[in-house]
């Protein structure tokens, strides 16, 4: 299958004795100092510095995104470049702290400061905007970080995170709404980053050998409107809980818990960002429902953000495992991970496929036998 290992194999003694050296090495503030000044190590040094450094005040750089938006800033200047104080007067903030706004959000490449003082929309700035979903998904980071304010507690689960109980609301397993619009603000985000997760996807794997396509888990249907304009003959039904399919328009729809047996109703069943919102045990059991669902020769595709196993990756590793850790339903799984699920259950030749943007959305597809 050409899958990527997710343990890799015990090194050597003599690799072990060679990591620790360099280790114990470059962590001397001696050898440090000397690195700095050192004509072929300085280059290093200050680089490894500047990243040490960005570590240190990405919470800061993430703010100034956050203020950014919230303040609608690029909205703004993608209009037209304006001065600090155009700017500030419009938001109820004094020019200095305007000017210290902009300032940051210009070394961070999202505006640009112009000679005659003025700031325009930088080229990040403005993909930024032309992404969908991304300006909601800034704005809905508020809970996380609140979530993250003590990072060991949450490793240790001795704190009671927001998105724990925003979440299950929005899936439909609770009564218990959260405050006024944030519901709202999750749902815009969800139609319109599941816009990325279709593109990628349907640039990824073909569809055109399906007859019918059953989407699990699929909300109110926004990864299927996409595959409808993507192939227009072929037949889509949605599935989903029985209050969560009622929002669904122009496609056929079927309330249900995957929990349950699955409607045989499709020979191409699609599991799109569902997996990692769930424990191994509901995902070994959904798995068994989609492979019984599904005729010989039938095929799964699921696609979401995805662990580099062996091989980290910053989007998932570095960020969807500690959000999906404060939704406490879930984790982000490496596609090997995925595959050996999908094979215990009875389906063959798992795939890798690779999508251009992993840190949107990677794919695994399987066939049942």
């Not at 930024?128 to 979530?147: A, F, K, Q, S, T």
């Not at 299950?168 to 006024?180: F, I, M, N, S």
């Not at 998932?316 to 339903?329: E, K, L, N, Q, V």
């Amino acid at each position: 299958m050409g899958l990527v290992e997710d343990t890799p194999r015990p090194r050597r003694g003599l690799s072990d004795l060679m990591s620790r050296w360099q280790t114990d090495l470059i962590s001397r503030p001696g050898f440090q100092a000397w690195a700095a000044r050192f004509p072929l190590t300085r280059g290093l040094v200050r680089r490894d510095g500047e990243r040490l450094f960005d570590l240190v005040a990405g919470f800061v750089y993430s703010q100034t995104l956050f203020a950014c938006v919230q303040l609608e800033l690029f909205e703004d200047l993608a209009a037209a470049p304006k001065a600090p104080l155009t700017l500030a007067l419009a938001r109820g903030l004094t020019e200095q702290r305007m000017t210290a706004l902009c300032q940051s959000a210009a070394a961070l490449g999202l505006i640009k400061r112009r000679r005659d003082g003025r700031y325009a929309l930088a080229r990040l700035g403005a993909a930024l905007i032309g992404v969908p979903g991304l300006i909601e998904m800034v704005r809905h980071h508020d809970i996380l970080y609140r979530d993250m304010a003590d990072p060991v507690a949450l490793l240790r689960d001795e704190v009671e995170t927001e998105l724990a109980g925003f979440w299950p609301y929005v899936l439909g397993q609770t009564q218990a709404a959260p405050e006024d619009g944030v519901v709202q603000q999750y749902s815009r985000l969800m139609a319109q980053s599941q816009a990325m997760v279709a593109q990628e996807t349907l640039q990824t794997v073909s569809f055109a050998k399906a007859q019918v396509v059953m989407d699990v888990g699929g909300g109110t249907g926004a990864f299927l409107r996409h595959v409808q304009v993507a192939y227009p003959k072929l037949k889509t039904i949605l599935f989903d809980l029985p209050d969560v399919v009622t929002g669904a328009e122009g496609m056929e729809a079927i309330g249900g818990s995957f929990l349950d047996p699955l409607p045989r109703a499709a020979d191409t069943i699609t599991l799109i960002r569902v997996l990692y919102d769930h424990t191994d045990e509901t995902v070994d059991h959904l798995l068994r429902n989609v492979f019984d669902a599904l005729p010989a020769g039938g095929r799964i595709v699921i696609s979401e953000p995805m662990s580099g196993g062996a091989h980290p990756a910053r989007a998932t590793d570095g960020y969807f495992s500690f959000y999906t850790m404060a939704m406490r339903t879930g984790r982000v799984r490496s596609h090997s991970e995925i595959a050996e699920k999908l094979e215990r259950v009875g389906f063959a030749d798992a795939q890798i496929a690779k999508t251009g943007r992993p840190y949107v959305t990677s794919v695994v597809m399987a066939e049942k036998a």
